[in-house]
């Protein structure tokens, strides 16, 4: 037999080797079937559906041998306990925004966003590679959750609001459904935050049980319908100015994980959250376009709003800092790569935005 048939025959041997290992490494991962609960409504196919992708991608990434079902708000948990029922294991893990459970921790502030804190870049940088990621895990493993970003909305709309809001004297009393510390800054300045869940807010509206409602932006907006209770759409989402969405997962669950599903998970909430991000940044101009035909009233909130409310978060900032150790520390890092950031956005990023948009706008 010559040397050329004899290699032949021997990387004959070598495929034939591989065809039978390889499903044999595949098969020594278990077949795992986890469920997921959302905070967001099915009806939004963006929010909630990131989810879904997520799922999708762990499922691909494994050969199908992870499967994660995703469940809506009600179906397992209520939309502002998903984070409670993966602390307690009644289910592996859910989709949030971190914000929801300020009431555990102010911490968890950090996870969604800070009033007037980071942009989308900013926030996505300080998660990935400013140790924010890490520094918000110090704190759910209290709580024996895992968390990691899954999705991101971009910047948010200020809301819709039942009157005119020109000053901060008409924000007194003025009952409105807000998220997070965004909540603790409007009641300093004499509003009056509500904490409901994304399924209760058009009725809430509707029958004036609150005044005014902040939700996402043009395209989830329009379809849970509050144009038409509420004529006057605010920009921008001071509370907001970037906002992640949370996967969780209960801690001794992911902790048991093959090192292999665990990277799966990563994966896909990376994923998901460039697909949520895309999908938004896309659809919201024509969403914009459509309810400023239907009568929308866009307006800007004041200066006088923006600056009262800007102070009274840097209070808030500070209180927190001074009694809660762990916001301390988080905000320690947080705080020095906003400013730094800021500074280095305010040299480039800002000059070219600033100065397409003017060009844009002449066309």
């Not at 289910?91 to 949030?96: A, I, K, N, R």
């Not at 800070?114 to 520094?135: E, K, S, V």
């Not at 929308?296 to 900032?317: H, N, W």
């Amino acid at each position: 037999m010559n040397r050329r048939s004899l290699l032949r025959q021997a990387g004959l041997a070598g495929t034939a080797a591989a065809a039978v290992s390889a499903p044999a490494v595949v098969s020594a991962q278990p077949a795992l079937r986890w469920r997921l609960t959302s905070s967001y409504p099915k009806n939004l196919e963006v929010i909630f559906g990131a989810a879904e992708v997520f799922a999708r991608t762990v499922a691909e990434l494994t050969d199908d041998r992870f499967r994660i079902s995703v469940f809506g708000p009600g179906e397992i948990a209520p939309a502002l306990q998903a984070l409670d029922a993966v602390q307690q294991g009644s289910v592996e893990c859910c989709h949030t925004a971190s914000f929801f459970y300020t009431g555990k921790s102010e911490a968890f502030a950090f996870g969604t966003n800070m009033p007037f804190g980071l942009n989308t870049r900013q926030q996505h940088a300080w998660l990935y590679d400013g140790g924010g990621i890490d520094l918000l895990n110090e704190v759910s493993r209290k709580f024996n959750c895992f968390g990691l970003p899954l999705g991101s909305t971009g910047a948010q709309m200020g809301g819709w609001f039942r009157k005119e809001v020109r000053t901060l004297a008409d924000l007194n009393g003025l009952k409105m459904r807000i998220g997070g510390l965004g909540g603790t800054v409007l009641s300093r300045v004499g509003g009056v935050p509500q904490q409901l869940a994304g399924g209760d807010l058009y009725p809430a509206l509707e029958r004036g049980t609150i005044d005014a409602v902040e939700w996402l932006g043009p395209y989830d907006d329009e379809k849970l319908g509050f144009f038409r209770v509420a004529p006057f759409y605010y920009y921008p989402a001071w509370w907001e100015g970037a906002a992640t969405t949370y996967f969780y997962a209960n801690l001794d669950q992911y902790n048991a994980l093959p090192k292999s599903y665990q990277a799966a998970i990563r994966q896909g909430c990376l994923e998901a959250t460039t697909w949520m991000l895309a999908r938004y940044d896309i659809r919201s101009p024509d969403a914009l376009r459509r309810l400023v035909a239907q009568g929308t009233q866009l307006r800007p909130f004041s200066r006088e709003i923006m600056d009262g409310c800007y102070a009274k978060a840097v209070e808030l900032e500070k209180e927190i800092a001074g009694r809660n150790p762990d916001f301390a520390k988080i905000y320690e890092s947080w705080s020095k790569a906003r400013d730094e950031m800021r500074l280095w956005h305010r040299v480039a990023e800002l000059t070219f935005d600033n100065y397409a948009a003017s060009v844009s706008a002449r066309r």
